[in-house]
């Protein structure tokens, strides 16, 4: 960090006392935005020239003082602007060269930033398929840290748990997520989806979702495609800092939260390094070799009993504010001699750090179950009804570092690292009446957990031009073969170093005496749970296009097409593991169990052998075959083209092939048929259209696509093995196909200005083999697993828009109000497996044969509004959102499956920008504002039955940013003088 600093200021000081300053920009075709690579740039003598490289982009060093730049391309009207350029400043001067002279002048930060509203809103309507995204901006105005919470605000997008990305209302099986166009791998063992909230967003350009398909993309998802674009290097030298502190209503300053003993220091970085985890005295040990000391050598198996840390009861503690920092630099750094245009070098380094405390006191956990069938009753059986608190702890911290060369105008390298590490520690305490056992037994669980997840990716890549460079004919590079490549290298970890649980009954006497019991026959003995995942990803692709002309126009000029191929390499291995260790025990004249775990758990009652007193003992309750080992190899070719059929008609179109073979294996030696996978290549089409309705401002999208969805390793490993988190028994399934999917889409799109858009779409996909989660009917106790069903077929409707209400409402022309949102419905249905039928049909005759998709949100809804005072420098955003019922749990015979009732999202934030070149700027916002229930639910005639119900509270963030940009600062001097003069 110390270096970053120093680093920096050194470079500033540098420019700061130069008596030339730099003038920045980029030049574009003002008919396709596309860069021109070539073009001549110079001032007014010649003395100064360079010529722009392959992404149009181009630096001078000038005297400063009043200077004129010039543009000349061949076969395009010659361009130039005067510029005043004061010693050390950095302007940026962007050009758009056409038929007929168009002067852009001086804007800010030279090209339109990605992070911009503009910029979004432009490559949403270039882009050959169907996308939506969020820029920076929006991400700041609605005051979302994570790339989960961004996204959720996005046309189409739900999050589930705050992790899991749904796109049009489809589960997160039929979502992929990459990072710079490149995979990243998943850190659940059960699903096939990057848990979202990993990535803060302070690290991120913009979100781009691709909801059509399009050969150059993997052909993994159907819902959408999440590109997250990390920070590029910027035009001058930047350095940041913020800081936030929030308050939130139910966790903040509470002196009821929940906490435990164990732990330390570094659970403030995101990772634990201290009491938790196997003993190594115990480690040592295989389970059969451990388990044969029982009374073979009970003194050694007293001692390893007695290594673990057997903290079981929750603390009370006082919990603080959430808080959150940042820090970012970057600069682009110049040749020393000025005579040299190459290479240049732009870099951007940054860290970000954040600590929230969750916690609720008022949930409620219910399970019911019908008895019998739906004619003869009228409700359902209560199982359990129990209080439910929770607290949670979540420290997440990331680091973020981008270095990019150009060696000359037609090669540029670039490397980008990142880390990103989360640490949970979660406590939670459950007490009510467990009736199936008995109506007068009340039941106590307590669950102590610390999971901790890292993800660290590496990306190097290059784009080059390829062919003769005709300098003296400039346009005809721009006809070039181009190349892009990218070779990203990640490794994502996920550990549960300690998760533990104890559980007890008691019952109240006549006497009002209460009677505590410990009793495994009905529920689990004190248990510890170890858990790690480790997968590895790499993933390399390479892109050649070359531009050429189609379909001549009016004027008879030719049209811009490109044709493109390439291929990527995806290649995946994971490790899963886990170990269980229970604390059993042996009754005797004194071990009872009176209530206090801390008394019950002491090293005194580990004496095996002493059946006359009673004791506890360890047993290694490891399934070997829940450990398993799995690897994927994804080959892939593809070819498209992008022209125009007619002058208005676009077609992006081609194919991709992809060769997938996957394997998993348990780890089990004695487990026949312990391996599941297959070997699969699929051809996939795409057809995307665009018909230009009015130019620039309306069109119609259109488009058939195939995609498909791939199983899980989990999901392929045929063996059974017990769930400890969720309780669930769940068994692979080695039969598993991939799933494949034709989609339909159509989108009407009007962009009444650069910063506006009205959209209205329609979608329409048929599943062939979907992979559905069910209960396997012929076990003799409840299974999980999962099946290809024959068909299901999901369709609905989008509407998205961003308005500017300045012209509508006018107020002063330094006041700018805008307001978007969107709306998505979705319909889908999926068909029950017949041996499935059979079991709800005993219960219920006239069950439906068909069900929602698993995670299906049935509607979204997104709104914002935003207010801007360019003078004053206050600005506000209301933002509100909310989705529909969805399916969360499906259940054995005819109890009703459960589903996630809607709860709506309301917030605000207000801002203010001050000092003497807005550097600073403070933020108040409140969140969750309705503090709605998170309601989980059965509903049988009529009457809803509670599974989950908790709150989260309000949350009230107050935060101070400051940004030193030198080239906004350069360019807001110059306005300044120019004004005076």
Not at 526 to 543: A, C, G, I, T
Not at 790 to 801: K, L, N, P, R
Not at 934 to 947: H, I, P, R, V
Request: hydrophobic share 35%.
């Amino acid at each position: 960090m110390r270096l970053f600093v120093t680093l920096s200021l050194l470079i500033f000081t540098s420019i700061s006392f130069a008596q030339t300053g730099t003038v920045r920009g980029v030049v574009l075709d003002s008919e396709d935005n596309e860069p021109l690579m070539g073009v001549r740039v110079y001032n007014k003598d010649k003395s100064v020239q360079r010529a722009t490289d392959f992404d149009g982009s181009y630096t001078l060093k000038l005297k400063a003082g009043e200077q004129y730049v010039y543009c000349s391309y061949v076969g395009y009207k010659d361009d130039s602007i005067k510029i005043n350029l004061q010693a050390g400043a950095i302007i940026s001067v962007n050009f758009k060269l056409q038929d007929k002279s168009l002067v852009s002048g001086i804007t800010i930060k030279g090209t339109a930033e990605v992070g911009g509203a503009v910029a979004t809103i432009g490559d949403e309507k270039d882009q050959g398929g169907t996308t939506t995204g969020m820029s920076s901006d929006d991400m700041k105005n609605q005051d979302v840290s994570t790339v989960a919470g961004a996204a959720g605000k996005a046309s189409g997008v739900s999050v589930q748990g705050g992790k899991y990305v749904f796109v049009r209302g489809l589960s997160d099986r039929y979502s992929k997520t990459t990072v710079n166009g490149a995979e990243v791998p998943g850190l659940d063992p059960n699903r096939n989806s990057v848990q979202m909230d990993l990535f803060p967003t302070n690290l991120v350009d913009k979100l781009t979702i691709y909801k059509s398909f399009t050969p150059d993309l993997p052909a993994s998802f159907t819902g959408g495609l999440v590109d997250i674009t990390t920070r590029d290097f910027p035009e001058s030298f930047i350095v940041g800092a913020s800081v936030k502190f929030g308050f939130n209503t139910q966790s903040a300053f509470n002196n009821e939260f929940l906490g435990q003993k164990t732990g330390g220091f570094t659970d403030n970085l995101g990772f634990d390094l201290l009491d938790r985890g196997i003993p190594t005295s115990v480690a040592r040990y295989s389970t059969d070799r451990l388990n044969d000391l029982y009374l073979n050598d009970n003194e050694t198996l007293d001692d390893l009993g007695k290594a673990f840390n057997r903290d079981f009861d929750p603390i009370r503690k006082t919990s603080l504010f959430n808080q959150s920092y940042s820090f970012t630099v970057g600069n682009q750094i110049d040749p020393r001699d000025s005579t040299k245009a190459y290479p240049k070098i732009g870099y951007i380094a940054g860290v970000s750090y954040r600590k929230n405390y969750t916690h609720y006191d008022n949930g409620s956990q219910g399970r019911y179950n019908l008895v019998g069938d739906v004619v003869t009753n009228a409700s359902l059986n209560p199982e359990l009804e129990l209080d439910d608190t929770k607290s949670n702890e979540d420290v997440l911290w990331g680091a973020l570092g981008n270095v990019s060369v150009k060696t000359n105008p037609y090669n540029s390298f670039g490397f980008m690292t990142a880390r990103f590490q989360n640490g949970i520690t979660s406590t939670r305490y459950l007490e009510g009446n467990n009736y199936n056992d008995a109506n007068d037994l009340f039941f106590q669980t307590r669950t102590l957990m610390y999971q901790q997840r890292g993800l660290t990716t590496a990306q190097l890549k290059g784009e080059h031009v390829l062919g003769k460079k005709d300098t003296a004919n400039p346009k005809t590079i721009k006809d070039n073969w181009k190349m892009n490549w990218v070779g990203s290298y990640t490794i994502s970890e996920q550990e549960t170093p300690e998760l533990k649980f104890f559980t007890n009954d008691y019952t109240i006497q006549a006497s009002g005496d209460t009677l505590y019991d410990l009793q495994p026959q009905l529920y689990s003995d004190p248990s510890q749970f170890y858990r790690y995942m480790n997968e590895s990803n790499l993933d390399v692709k390479v892109n050649f296009e070359k531009p050429f002309k189609t379909y001549k126009d009016s004027a008879g000029n030719g049209l811009k097409a490109l044709f493109k191929f390439g291929g990527s390499y995806v290649k995946k291995d994971r490790v899963f593991s886990e170990k269980r260790y229970d604390f059993l025990q042996q009754s005797g004249n004194d071990l009872e169990y009176e209530g206090s775990v801390s008394d019950f758990m002491v090293d005194e009652h580990f004496r095996a052998g002493d059946f006359t007193n009673g004791f506890i003992y360890l047993q290694d309750a490891t399934e070997k075959r829940n450990s398993y080992r799995g690897n994927e190899t994804i080959i892939s070719g593809y070819l498209m083209a992008d022209f125009y059929a007619t002058e208005k008609l676009r077609i992006v179109a081609g194919a991709r092939v992809e060769a997938d073979s996957i394997f998993s294996q348990s780890q089990s030696p004695q487990l026949l048929d312990s391996t599941g996978g297959y070997n699969q290549i699929d051809l996939l089409p795409s057809f995307n259209g665009t018909y230009e309705i009015k130019k620039d401002t309306i069109q119609l999208r259109f488009a058939y696509t195939r995609t498909l969805a791939r199983p899980t390793f989990r999901e392929l490993a045929p063996f059974s093995s017990f769930d400890f988190v969720g309780g669930n028994v769940f068994v692979g399934n080695r039969n598993l196909d991939r799933t494949l999917i034709d989609n339909l889409d159509m989108r009407l799109e009007f962009y009444p200005s650069p910063i506006q858009k009205f959209t209205v779409g329609a979608f329409m996909k048929n599943f062939t083999n979907p992979i559905e989660r069910a209960f396997n009917p012929e076990a003799a106790n409840a299974e999980l697993t999962w099946r290809n069903v024959d068909e299901a077929i999901a369709y609905g409707a989008e509407v998205d828009f961003r308005l500017g209400l300045d012209s509508l409402i006018k107020i002063d022309k330094h006041t700018h109000m805008t307001v978007g949102g969107n709306v998505t419905y979705v319909f889908s249905q999926v068909q029950i497996p017949e041996k499935e039928m059979v079991v709800i049909r005993a219960q219920d005759p006239n069950a439906e044969t068909t069900r929602q998709m698993f995670g299906q949100a049935p509607y979204i809804i997104n709104a914002f509004f935003r207010y801007e005072n360019d003078t004053t420098n206050w600005s506000a955003n209301i933002n509100f959102g909310v989705s529909g019922q969805k399916l969360s749990v499906v259940t054995v015979g005819g109890t009703p499956n459960v589903f996630e009732n809607a709860r709506p999202n309301l917030g605000f934030n207000v801002s203010k920008k001050f000092g003497e070149y807005d550097q600073f700027k403070v933020k108040f916002s409140a969140l969750n504002l309705l503090n709605p229930e998170y309601n989980q639910t059965y509903e049988f005639k009529g009457t809803e039955y509670l599974f989950s119900s908790f709150t989260r509270g309000r949350t009230f963030n107050i935060s101070l940013k400051y940004l030193f940009d030198k080239a906004d600062q350069d360019e807001k001097k110059a306005r300044a003088k120019a004004a005076i003069d």
